[in-house]
């Protein structure tokens, strides 16, 4: 699943890797941001912005089919726990609120606060029961802080401190499969 930007809108593509076919599965004018497959592979959830925010939208895979928003909740970035059930994404405000957004039922919980700046939207990725951040230093910088925040217990804590991100360039958090290695872009 990719997301590729051509004449001003971003649309869905999947990308068959044995048969090396590439097929569009979006036709908007839109931006599609953020695709991720749900844990069963029935649908694709991404984010578009077609009315100024990024709300969470789905649509059935494969033979593809018609969009459908899921809820008004602004989501630009968003992760789904391993077992499916739930989405987790951060609310569209000027500090760190990440919210827990339970698929079956639809009830919507706030998990964790910062008076901080998340310091960007991939900076934002799920490990388990564990949802790792990268929150900015305050009031400006490159610097950021990455809190692990354990989803079973509530409970979080900063893991490592980065002195400097790569200006411009947002940051990225990535597990090694065996979640023992987090990798980090760092000047």
Not at 6 to 21: E, S, V
Not at 140 to 146: F, K, L, M, P
Not at 172 to 181: E, I, M, T, V, Y
Request: overall charge positive; cysteine-free.
């Amino acid at each position: 699943m990719v997301a590729i930007r051509q004449n001003g809108a971003t649309n869905l593509f999947t990308y068959a890797i044995r048969t090396k076919d590439l097929r569009q599965i979006t036709f908007g004018k839109d931006r599609l941001v953020s695709p991720i497959y749900s844990r069963d592979g029935q649908y694709i959830y991404f984010a578009p912005n077609a009315e100024g925010d990024n709300r969470i939208w789905r649509m059935k895979s494969g033979q593809g089919g018609k969009p459908e928003q899921m809820f008004g909740d602004a989501a630009p970035f968003f992760q789904q726990s391993k077992d499916g059930r739930y989405l987790y994404f951060m609310g569209n405000e000027s500090t760190v609120s990440v919210f827990r957004r339970d698929l079956v039922s639809g009830e919507i919980r706030q998990i964790f606060k910062s008076d901080r700046r998340v310091f960007s939207f991939p900076s934002f990725v799920l490990a388990g029961a564990t949802l790792y951040i990268a929150i900015k230093d305050m009031p400006s910088g490159n610097g950021a802080d990455i809190f692990a925040l354990d989803l079973n217990r509530g409970a979080s804590r900063t893991i490592l401190h980065i002195d400097q991100f790569a200006p411009g360039i947002p940051p990225g958090l990535a597990f090694s499969p065996g979640r023992k290695s987090l990798v980090i872009p760092e000047i």
